[in-house]
């Protein structure tokens, strides 16, 4: 949540609101959820990482994250490397 609150912070206010409206929620309910360290509903959170261009990933919104978007699980994970032994041994 504090990926949110800093990025809010970073915008004039009338980007804000209209940042806000665009991820279909007005600031108001933002800042009372940022206040009071709501939950966020998952559209809401996909919305906030899309109109932020990544700036505002959904991984930090959600503490279930990899139960809701298993695929960026997958994406999060570091490319396999051949096995060194494995390979010296064939």
């Known amino acids: 949540m504090d990926t949110l609150r800093t990025y809010l912070n970073s915008l004039p206010v009338a980007e804000q609101a209209a940042f806000a409206r665009r991820c279909n929620t007005s600031l108001g309910y933002l800042r009372k959820a940022l206040s009071m360290r709501s939950l ?24 279930d994250w990899r139960q ?6 997958q994406e999060s994970l570091p ?12």
């Not at 509903?41 to 959600?62: F, H, I, M, N, T």
């Open 79 to 90: 490319p396999c490397t051949p096995d060194v032994g494995a390979a010296e041994a064939a």
């Open 68 to 73: 809701i978007w298993p695929e960026l699980a």
């Open 40 to 63: 966020l509903g998952e559209k809401l959170c996909a919305l906030l990482d899309r109109e932020s261009g990544g700036a505002v990933p959904r991984q930090d919104l959600r503490p």
